[in-house]
Each structure stands twice: as C-alpha cells, then as structure tokens.
C-alpha cells in the first residue's frame, strides 16, 4: 500500500493539498459522484463504466496529482507530446498500481510507431491504412519489449458523415475491423464516437448504440463503447457506454500556453 502522504511516484502533492491538488480534488469528485448517479439512473451495475480522464493539454504534474488522487487511467490526443508527458511521469518513480494511458486523438500514419510504445488502445482508428501501420508497429514494440501484450484498437465511427470530423461510415466498419482482427499484435475491443454538435445528443447516441449492437453480430468480443464527455456523459451512459473521455470537467479550460 502506498504512503497515505504520498501519490506512489516519490511526489508529495496528495500530501500538501497545494492550491491544484484541491481544485483537481474536488473537479474529479463531482465527475465521479456524476457518473456513479448516472449508472444507478441506468440500472447498470457499480464500476460498469470506466473513467477516463483526458489531460491532453496539462502538464505532467497534474497527472502526477491525479494519481495521488486515485487516477490510474488516462487519455491523450498528441504524439510525440503525450510520449515525453508519460515518460516524464514514469521518471518520478514507481507507481503502483501503474497509470495506463489510452491514445484519443487523430493519429497520424508515420506516428504510429510512437503511439504504439506507450498507449493501452487506440480509441480513433478511422481508415484501413492505420490499422495496419499500427500493427506493424505494435508487433515491433512486442518484440522490443516496450510492450507486453497487443495493442487495444476502438474504430472511431462517424454518426453524420461529415469527413471532417473524423470515423468511419458505418458501412466501411467490416473492412477495417477485419484488418484489425487479423493481427495478433492488435486487439479489437470495440467503438468510439463523438456526438455531431448538431442535433440532439441522445438521437446520436441511440444511433450509436444500435450501429455498436449490429457490431458485435459480427466481433463479439469488442464490447467496449468509448463515448460521452464532460458535457454529455449521462446521456452516453444511459445508451450503453462503456468508457466516458472526461477533461473539462476535471482539469479545467486548456490552459493558455502562451500570451
């Protein structure tokens, strides 16, 4: 068991509660309480849905507090920043047990070998052409051992088909789930979606939830639905998401990295 004064990586932010520590305290209590409420209302049992909190723009020292907090899975959107945040953290110390750290951003083709060193899953793998580089690359990370088991895939799907935002149609989802399924460094575990600003968020995730089903006729295994944010996560919850991507709500506006 960890010091109580400590976060397990040698830090002491949970110890002296600093000004962040508090704020990050009380933001991530509320998000909990929210979904703890929101999984009840659902009639789905306790811990149904994960947590996943995105510290995509944040430092490291606010990861490092959100472990002493409890924190063990995170989300980030930016390659190479997110690989020299993680390997920044891990340099503080042991932590136990170890943060994962789930890639939600676009990623590019030539990144993939980066993101495949360091991410449990890929939850936005939109085109045919990612899912095999990312398996080249997960297999060269097994066999270098920077990673020890295959790498998690979740097939970003487009609810309004607008290129532009990113995902799949639902009618290009069996090729790229077939390339994925035929790798053994990647894992199929499922689907992710953004709600359309347009529109009403529970028509989207009705939407989802029935192209999720269809899905898993075919790939019974990927179970796990990555959908719902800060402003959304009730309505994503209640239509049978599996994974909620909160920052906002947690870590506060992005942080103006310049004036």
Not at 88 to 100: F, H, K, L
Not at 119 to 139: G, I, N, T
Not at 140 to 150: E, S, T, V
Request: net charge negative; proline share 5%.
């Amino acid at each position: 068991m960890n010091d109580p004064g400590t976060d397990g990586t040698g830090s002491d932010f949970s110890a002296s509660r600093d000004a962040r520590t508090t704020e990050l305290a009380a933001r991530l209590r509320a998000v909990r309480e929210r979904l703890d409420a929101a999984v009840a209302a659902a009639h789905r049992p306790a811990g149904a849905v994960e947590l996943l909190v995105v510290t995509k723009f944040f430092p490291a020292d606010d990861v490092r507090r959100l472990i002493g907090l409890g924190v063990r899975t995170f989300g980030e959107s930016r390659e190479p920043e997110a690989g020299r945040k993680i390997a920044e953290v891990r340099a503080g110390g042991e932590i136990t047990p170890p943060p994962t750290f789930d890639m939600i951003g676009t990623v590019q083709t030539k990144k993939a070998g980066g993101v495949a060193r360091w991410a449990r899953a890929v939850h936005s793998v939109d085109r045919r052409k990612l899912a095999e580089r990312l398996a080249d690359a997960a297999q060269a990370a097994l066999d270098a051992g920077d990673r020890d088991d295959p790498l998690g895939v979740l097939l970003q799907v487009s609810l309004d088909g607008d290129p532009h935002r990113g995902g799949l149609l639902e009618a290009d989802l069996a090729e790229v789930a077939d390339a994925v399924a035929g790798s053994p460094a990647l894992s199929l575990r499922g689907l992710m979606a953004i709600a359309p600003l347009a529109g009403e968020r529970a028509h989207w995730m009705a939407e989802l939830a029935r192209i999720h089903a269809d899905f898993t006729r075919s790939h019974p295994d990927a179970t796990e639905l990555s959908a719902g944010m800060s402003g959304d996560l009730e309505i994503a919850v209640a239509h049978g998401s599996t994974c909620v991507r909160v920052g906002t709500a947690i870590l506060g506006e992005r942080p103006l990295l310049s004036q």
